[in-house]
């Protein structure tokens, strides 16, 4: 395996932990605002979902199209 293959793989493996990082924080909100016994920590909770949410669809693209291969002359 050579360089680039290997870095290609890591990039590959950050994406992934973004995503899964990004849904355990998405559970935990979901979680916290469904056991919630005030309202705070109900938009706390629905706060957290919204934010997971976000960083799982947005951030793997973002870090995908930073990591894009220019296109050849």
Excluded: C, H
């Amino acid at each position: 395996m050579n360089e680039s293959d290997k870095l290609a793989r890591n990039r590959y493996f950050a994406m992934v932990a973004v995503q899964i990082v990004a849904t355990v924080g998405a559970v935990f909100g979901l979680i916290l605002a469904g056991r919630a016994t005030s309202w705070e920590l109900t938009m706390l909770g629905g706060a957290i979902l919204l934010s997971g949410l976000y960083v799982m669809v947005v951030v793997p693209k973002a870090m995908a199209r930073r990591w894009r291969t220019p296109p050849a002359p």
